[in-house]
């Protein structure tokens, strides 16, 4: 067969392997690796002779004409209204979640702008006498055309600021960040001049206007009061969820690698510091969140291929490879990269961190999870959150070729990193990196069940290109097959992330029920040693409490969260971060900023110039860090 009529992952471009430096070379003959998917190999067969379920090609319903294909295809019972509701389902969650949230970004300068022109408009009315000017809004017989326009416009300006103004009262990320004081004060100001506007000025709209003043400080007063009253609450009320954790770098200091670690962890890599010392000046962990992935780019990079087999079934990873110019470093540290949901090397934040790094001299190896970034799963067990498997069996090859003096040091984002914590908790000793750093994980994914906002306002997005990409274009045919068909189509009609688990993942792969999964995915795992309500009077009469598996880590391992970040909500990180890092053998270490959104942490008046810059040598100093303190215990 011609080299152009195999699949991707069986092909290799040797004219690209040639490039690379004689050191490189060496080092991906010590990984003993292939370049091509292990099922493209001649004895491949021999070695692994289970059947394959699925046919080269997925399922679809106008290919299959198997007896039972009604089993499968709802859509064959189904009328054409229901097509049109699972279309909807699909479109509009995501349309609406964007809407929101733009609108809530720009809640900061919505406010104050209309406060400023409702303030121009009724001094300078106030000021003049009555004219036949057309931009009066007092109808006269002339111009009620005219007039009803302008009121128009105010009156719907009004409303603007009004609810703007609420968004800053009630909305969590805004409170967060600034308090109540802010918000009241702007909607106190913007509905007494658009009172004072409507009585003295309006006509047509005086009514409504009243009317709105009085809907917009009903629903924030409402809004206010049940998340007042929910403070005591495990999870809290939708309307509100503020972290009552405190930010800072969190240790264990009966560890003397980790107290020597942070000691020479420069403070400056370490500290966030606000605008203008550093930290961008967006307003929230929305924006903070948001912004940088519209506006961020990272350079090129180009990566070389070798695939990993699974110990546990016949499936491979990729691991893509980036090596520095002058060839592969045996002393520097070898950087494991886990990437996030949807993701891959491809992923901006991903291959910034990496083009950072080889420029630095390291070695950078990104694990693609399987069935992610276009690589093949030839059975059932496509990826999902809970598998560490890929991980060992992926970094086992890496230590092999590792240096005497060098390290393997993990890193993952967002999903990747919620992977790599409970790779670290679950396999404890035998893990195979010398340290890990997550970015915007979670330790404790039950709490995500009841992270409203984060499901309402980011979560749709997330789902539709998951349902899109992973479900319908790679592996319908599978989940087709694993699922009833009203399975599927409420699958298909999942609005976000959790619904996704909850109506799909959870029983494709075989879990009791997403509580099960989300602990199955957990570092923390099934452990409540660390939820609210869990004082410290419990923690002393109570010593032989079951910390869960988290107390199992056994390298070197920090977290760094933002307290702001909308998508995995602070409650991930537990309610009580010093008890957490003094777990098992101190080898947990927690760096928590009040601000940085998820995967975000931009700096500047132009986040675009540095990009994820904090955020990525964060990850290196520390690194850098323990390899240091690593050598002196030599």
Not at 44 to 68: A, L, Q
Not at 504 to 533: C, K, L, P, W
Request: proline share 4%; net charge negative.
């Amino acid at each position: 067969m011609a080299s152009d009529d195999l699949p991707s992952y069986c092909r290799v471009d040797e004219d690209q392997w040639n490039t690379l430096p004689a050191s490189a070379t060496a080092f991906v003959e010590l990984l003993d690796l292939p370049k091509v998917h292990p099922r493209c190999l001649d004895d491949f067969v021999e070695r692994f002779s289970n059947p394959i379920p699925i046919p080269d090609e997925e399922m679809h319903m106008h290919m299959h004409t198997h007896m039972h294909a009604d089993d499968y295809f709802y859509e064959r019972t189904d009328g054409i209204g229901s097509r049109i509701v699972t279309i909807l389902y699909q479109i509009l969650p995501p349309l609406m979640a964007m809407g929101e949230l733009w609108i809530r970004l720009f809640a900061c300068v919505i406010a104050p702008l209309v406060a400023t022109m409702l303030l121009s408009k009724v001094l300078s009315s106030s000021s003049k006498s009555k004219s036949k000017d057309v931009d009066n809004v007092n109808v006269n017989d002339k111009d009620d055309a005219n007039a009803r326009k302008i009121e128009r416009r105010w009156f719907m300006l009004s409303v603007l600021g009004m609810l703007a103004s609420a968004v800053q009262l009630t909305d969590t990320m805004y409170v967060q960040e600034y308090g109540r004081w802010n918000g009241s004060i702007l909607l106190a100001v913007t509905s007494l001049l658009s009172t004072r506007l409507a009585v003295s000025q309006f006509q047509i709209y005086k009514s409504k206007t009243i009317v709105a003043v009085i809907a917009v400080l009903s629903l924030s007063g409402y809004l206010v009061s049940i998340s007042e009253r929910s403070e005591s609450s495990v999870y809290g009320d939708p309307a509100l969820d503020v972290a009552t954790i405190q930010s800072g770098l969190y240790l264990s200091t009966n560890n003397t690698l980790m107290t020597r670690v942070a000691e020479l962890w420069p403070e400056e890599e370490r500290t966030y510091a606000p605008y203008p010392l550093g930290a961008s000046p967006l307003p929230t962990g929305d924006s903070r969140t948001g912004i940088p992935f519209l506006v961020n780019a990272a350079p090129h990079q180009e990566y070389h291929r070798v695939w990993a087999q699974s110990s546990v079934d016949d499936e491979a990873v990729a691991i893509d490879m980036a090596f520095p110019n002058d060839g592969h470093s045996d002393t520097k540290p070898i950087y494991f990269i886990l990437h996030g949901l949807n993701g891959g090397s491809h992923e901006e934040y991903v291959r910034e961190f990496v083009v950072r790094r080889v420029k630095e001299g390291s070695t950078c190896m990104v694990m693609i999870a399987r069935g992610l970034a276009d690589t093949p799963v030839f059975g059932f067990d496509v990826f999902h959150g809970a598998r560490v498997t890929d991980v060992h069996d992926a970094s086992r090859y890496i230590r092999n070729a590792l240096g005497q003096n060098q390290i393997l040091a993990g890193v993952g984002y967002s999903m990747g990193a919620i992977i790599l914590s409970n790779y670290l908790a679950r396999y404890g000793e035998d893990v195979h990196l010398d340290s890990g750093m997550a970015v915007s994980g979670g330790l404790d994914l039950r709490e995500m069940y009841n992270s409203y906002r984060s499901q309402r306002l980011w979560q749709p997005m997330l789902a539709q290109t998951l349902l899109e990409d992973f479900v319908l274009e790679k592996f319908e045919g599978r989940f087709r097959q694993r699922l009833t068909k009203e399975q599927f189509l409420a699958l298909l009609r999942s609005k976000s992330v959790s619904e996704v688990d909850v109506r799909g993942i959870v029983s494709y792969n075989g879990f009791r029920d997403v509580m099960h999964y989300y602990t199955e995915m957990s570092a923390i795992g099934e452990s409540t040693a660390f939820q609210a309500g869990q004082s410290e009077i419990e923690q002393s009469s109570n010593p032989d409490h079951n910390y869960g598996r988290i107390a199992n880590v056994s390298v070197p391992f920090c977290v760094l969260h933002a307290l702001d970040d909308p998508l995995t909500s602070w409650r991930t990180m537990g309610h009580n971060p010093q008890k957490l890092v003094n777990t098992g053998s101190g080898y947990i270490m927690m760096l928590l900023t009040d601000a940085g959104g998820h995967v975000g942490w931009p700096l500047g008046l132009n986040p675009r110039k540095e990009g994820w810059k904090w955020m990525n040598n964060a990850v290196s100093s520390f690194t850098n860090s323990v390899h240091l303190a690593k050598l002196e215990q030599k």
